[in-house]
């Protein structure tokens, strides 16, 4: 399975060969839910907290005597009925981490790639070579490859190209170590570079 390599002219330079067992895999659709599900899951914070009645501060006196007044029987003014009394049944901090298998997430990434390969939207560049800190020339370069809305993969993020893409609210740059499902999926087009396609390949093969 051969994918082309061009350069950040959009002219071609190469041809690089990739791994069926990755970008020959059929997307499993499953896998990649699981995948999404577990990371906006484990953003959510699960710190809103609210005092129930044995975390109010207050008297626990009883507020008059049980009998021949007839009003109804009550213990202390912490109770959920009266204003600034305790909440009942309110939310409390709690831990929303939710995992999947090791495996899982690894074939999640590789459906991922791979439905980015079959339906053409991954660009293969040889390299990004930036003289500057220079958005306008990311943007250009973007647009010959057809790519304005883009998930740039290097092998290593380089200050230069992530200060570069900062303000470009399409575009998001990540190292091949760090690229997960969420990223690949908000994006329209993977654009990524020949040694971060072999770093790809290996990190994801079974």
């Known amino acids: 399975m051969k994918q082309p390599v061009v350069n950040m002219k959009n002219a071609k330079v190469g041809e690089i060969e990739l791994s069926p067992s990755v970008f020959g895999e059929k997307p499993n659709m499953a896998l990649l839910y699981e995948a999404v599900k577990m990371q906006l899951t484990n953003r959510r914070l699960g710190t809103s907290s609210t005092l129930n009645c044995g975390r109010v501060n207050g008297s626990t006196k009883k507020i008059y005597k049980q009998k021949g007044t ?3 029987r ?15 049944f309110g939310p409390t901090p709690r831990d929303y981490r939710y995992d999947i298998p090791r495996k899982a997430k690894l074939g999640a990434l590789r459906s991922a790639l791979a439905q980015k390969q079959v339906e053409g939207k991954m660009v293969v560049i040889d390299r990004w070579e930036l003289a500057e800190i220079k ?4 943007v250009e370069t973007l647009r010959m490859l057809g790519a304005e809305n883009a998930l740039l993969v290097v092998d290593a993020v380089d ?3 992530s200060l570069s893409v900062r303000n470009l609210p399409k575009v998001r740059v990540v190292s091949s170590q760090d690229l997960s499902v969420l990223d690949l999926l908000t994006h329209d087009r993977l654009v990524v570079t020949r040694e971060a396609i072999q770093k790809l390949e290996q990190r994801v093969s079974v």
């Open 74 to 88: 009550h213990g202390s003014l912490k109770h959920n009925i009266f204003v600034g009394g305790g909440v009942a």
């Open 159 to 161: 200050e230069k190209l």
């Open 135 to 138: 958005t306008k020339q990311v």
């Open 70 to 72: 007839g009003r109804a």
